[in-house]
């Protein structure tokens, strides 16, 4: 991970076109689709800048691969079409870049691993690898399950992904301070609700903040990996397949009352 230091006098953001802030430009990607009593959960990293990928032909090789009915097809590619969409919406827009690390946690479980991890990252450092991050990680803890790695990356860029939004909200308050201090006049900054509860380590020097932890929060702060057996993972899946079914019930009924109202 590489922290940039902050420059003297840097207390008003800068404005840049959106894109994630990592060396390649990947989104993540998530599918959660059902077809005729079967259901379809994955994850992956997209490449928007690859003109020689196409959804929907991706689609039907992922239902292939995973010998599904070719009804999956089109539930894929409409899931996959809508995320692109919401990422091409944001390319056009500006956000807000200041230098600041902030806490990322890893909550995650692949097959039988579980992993609990927090640590900073440097959301505008546009070099960063969470791939290469993630590989060192598994190597640091001994991790031999290969789908470990890719799962810790996604999570990564996840937790990137929203925090890129949210600098565009910033950047429209920068955009609306800046007018209004044409407007009146005046010189002054309008600190953002990102802007201002964001850990910024170099900003204060005489502050008590420090990136080096004390002793005793070493065990709050290091990894966490759990094995879990076979029978732990079978109630584990099929707990979240209950509270899954509950939910899409749930939204079923909303959907429903929803479109009553409206005829009413």
Not at 7 to 16: F, N
Not at 21 to 41: H, Q, S, W, Y
Not at 101 to 129: A, G, K, Y
Request: hydrophobic share 35%; charged share 30%; aromatic share 6%.
């Amino acid at each position: 991970m590489t922290v940039k230091n902050a420059q003297p006098g840097t207390s008003r953001p800068t404005l840049v076109k959106f894109r994630m802030p990592t060396a390649e430009n990947l989104i993540p990607m998530r599918i959660d689709v059902e077809f005729e009593g079967r259901r379809l959960k994955d994850a992956f990293i997209w490449n928007v800048e690859d003109p020689d990928i196409e959804i929907y032909p991706f689609a039907r090789r992922m239902t292939m691969d995973l010998n599904l009915s070719s009804g999956f097809t089109p539930l894929i590619s409409q899931q996959m079409q809508t995320q692109l969409a919401e990422f091409r919406s944001l390319e056009a827009q500006e956000m807000a870049v200041e230098e600041r690390v902030q806490t990322l946690r890893l909550d995650i479980r692949v097959n039988n691993t579980v992993v609990h991890d927090q640590f900073l990252w440097d959301v505008n450092n546009f070099e960063s690898d969470p791939e290469g991050f993630a590989r060192g990680l598994c190597k640091d803890l001994q991790l031999e399950d290969p789908e470990v790695a890719p799962a810790i990356a996604l999570s990564i860029r996840e937790q990137l992904y929203e925090i890129a939004k949210q600098n565009i909200a910033t950047g429209r308050e920068t955009r609306i301070s800046k007018k209004v201090r044409r407007e009146s006049g005046a010189d002054f900054t309008q600190p953002s609700a990102l802007g201002t509860s964001a850990l910024n380590l170099m900003r204060r020097p005489s502050s008590k903040i420090s990136i080096v932890r004390r002793k005793n929060e070493w065990d709050m702060f290091e990894p966490t990996v759990e094995i879990l057996s076979d029978k732990e993972v079978e109630a584990i899946d099929a707990r979240e397949e209950r509270n899954a079914r509950i939910k899409r019930r749930q939204e079923e009924k909303e959907d429903a009352y929803s479109t009553r109202y409206v005829r009413l």
